[in-house]
């Protein structure tokens, strides 16, 4: 059992309601308390109806829905909150109104009551500094919807003690949630390690590499996302989002790891916030994406030969094959012959860079993505000097066997490998900054952001020195520190380690 008796949750909006049914229905009396009396009804209603549907569906009995239901109720005044041993907030996401809470909220309840803040983005230092004793005081980061993301953030203020952390992270247990501890730190950890999937995507779109749709496909596809991070932006709401990414870029001194896109505070002025407006990076009607029409592009003759800049005989082999469905030769000389199309298969160089590098010549050349996706998923990668006619022809082979093929303007690492380089190296950030160990950071953006890989096991799964290839690449193409690489990801790849190695704290 918990060591909790009864517990106060303050504010009965979405994530309020949802942290009472979690705790109601792992056995907890619940009081729910708004300074709004019809928000505690309609919480207490959407969550009886809930429940009624998870015991309609068999999911619980009809014996547990009516002790569970029994279990939460309303608190019309806060001083009705004075028995309980734990208070959660989720109020207003506003400090003073959070201050003042929790001021009024230790003039009433017993000494060693611990008082919880679901905050996203207020440091819970700030908030407790507003307390006489600002050790019963600590973060309890929910994520949306509360009873179905299984994970929630415990975060230690600076004077949070220990016993505090302890007993929250056990509740949280106890309710089935994994308890990631995090330190006071700007973003605690999931909306920190969260900075780079978006971010990265709003820079490639921002420099005309591709379209939102085009970098949500390739994301999906190629890196096996749930969802791209422009459908998420949309989702989510582009203002949400835009705000946790400043004040994130604020909290860390402006450090350029963590700017802010240029291209979003005219999008918020005209109201493209996402689903919520009908129209954001996406248009939509009645809840629905409204797909661009297909453009369907005329059959070429493909009538040169292909060469290929690729030591991998495997992946040479599976090009070889896509291009001969095609009717397409592919050349096996050391040199393209003078004729033939040149596809090189950069990592994390822009094909201007591979191209010049190997002295091709530019207006055949071109290209080819073979590090994340190729089954899936193409992409080719043009540059201001291409032909059109053999960028066509290469369209067409490459995607003679029905996959389809994304052709993107010149960029160092294509869309995965820059994005997905962006996550690793945050990742690594987040570890060597000791926020967490490495298992609880892969463990807690699996399960809050729902990536396939946590960052470490993701640069592992693609290998480290891969990585550091690419962002090294990154570093010397826009020679900006945003790209610089963590140290982590150096040591561990200098001693041949998995990126997943812990190390000891000073
Ligand atoms: P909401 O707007 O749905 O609900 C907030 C509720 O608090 C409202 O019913 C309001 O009447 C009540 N309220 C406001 N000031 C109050 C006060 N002084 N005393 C008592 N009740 C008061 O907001 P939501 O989305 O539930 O967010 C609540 C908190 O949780 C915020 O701090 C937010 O940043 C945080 N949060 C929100 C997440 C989300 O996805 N919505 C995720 C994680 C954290």
């Given at each position: ?19 009472a049914?979690?705790f ?18 309609q919480a ?58 929790f001021r009024?909220?230790?003039?009433l309840v017993?000494?060693?009551?611990v ?25 309890f ?16 203020g ?7 952390i ?30 780079a999937?978006?971010p990265e995507?709003?820079r490639?779109?921002a ?9 949500d ?18 989702l ?55 797909e661009d ?23 040479r ?6 291009l001969?469905?095609?009717g397409a ?5 050391e ?16 094909a ?9 010549p ?6 080819l993505?073979?590090f ?15 032909d059109?006619?053999v ?12 996959v ?7 960029s ?11 996550i690793?190296?945050?990742g ?5 900054r000791r ?9 807690a953006v ?8 946590g ?30 690489l ?8 200098q ?12």
């Open positions: 059992m918990t060591t909790f008796k009864q517990i106060g949750v303050i504010g009965s909006g979405a994530m309020g309601r949802g942290i049914q979690l109601a229905s792992a056995g907890v009396e619940v009081l729910l308390h708004d300074s709004r009396s019809e928000a505690i009804e207490l209603m959407h969550n009886r109806e809930s429940l009624e549907r998870a015991a309609a569906k068999g999911k619980i009995s009809a014996d547990v829905l009516a002790v569970t239901l029994e279990r939460m109720r309303a608190a019309h005044t806060l001083q009705e909150l004075a028995g309980c041993d734990l208070l959660i907030e989720a109020i207003v996401e506003n400090l003073d109104a959070k201050q003042k809470l009024e909220l230790e003039q017993s000494r060693d009551a008082l919880a803040s679901n905050t996203s983005s207020l440091s819970i230092t700030l908030i407790a500094s507003a307390c006489e004793h600002p050790q019963r005081v600590a973060g980061h929910f994520f949306n919807p509360v009873t179905l993301m299984k994970i929630v953030e415990v975060v230690r600076e004077r949070t003690a220990t016993q505090v302890e007993r929250l992270s056990a509740l949280a247990q106890h309710a089935g949630h994994f308890a990631a501890v995090t330190p006071d730190s700007p973003g605690f950890l999931v909306n920190h390690a969260g900075r999937y978006g995507a709003l490639i779109l420099e005309g590499i591709a379209t939102p749709a085009q970098i496909r390739i994301l999906r596809d190629c890196l096996g996302f749930r969802m791209g991070p422009f459908e998420l932006f949309d989510v709401g582009l203002d949400i989002s835009h705000a946790v990414m400043e004040s994130i870029h604020d909290q860390f001194y402006q450090d350029p790891r963590y700017t802010p896109s240029s291209l979003v505070p005219a999008r918020l002025a005209a109201g493209l916030l996402g689903r919520k407006t009908g129209q954001g990076f996406y248009r939509y009607e009645e809840g629905r994406v409204v029409a297909r453009v369907e592009l005329p059959p070429v003759a493909i009538n040169q030969p292909f060469w290929l800049d690729c030591r991998d005989a495997a992946m082999d599976k090009i070889g094959a896509v001969s469905s095609a030769v592919l050349e096996q000389g040199q393209p012959g003078s004729n033939a199309i040149c596809l090189v298969t950069p990592l994390g160089e822009d201007s860079s591979a191209i010049a590098r190997r002295q091709l530019v207006a055949r050349s071109l290209a993505e073979t994340a996706g190729f089954d899936r998923r193409r992409v080719l990668m043009r540059h201001p000097g291409l059109a006619n960028l066509a022809q290469a369209r067409q082979a490459l995607g003679a066997d029905g389809p093929v994304e052709v993107i303007n010149d160092p690492g294509f869309i995965a490998q820059r994005v997905l380089a962006s690793v190296n945050l690594c950030e987040i570890a060597q926020i967490v160990d490495p298992a609880t950071l892969d463990r699996q399960l809050a952001l729902g990536y396939p890989h960052p470490l096991g993701f640069g592992d799964q693609y290998g480290a020195m891969n990585i550091q290839q690419i962002l090294q690449a990154l570093h010397d193409c826009y020679q900006e520190p945003r790209y610089r963590s140290p982590w990801l150096r040591r561990r790849v001693l041949g380690l998995p990126l997943t190695t812990a190390e000891e704290s000073a």
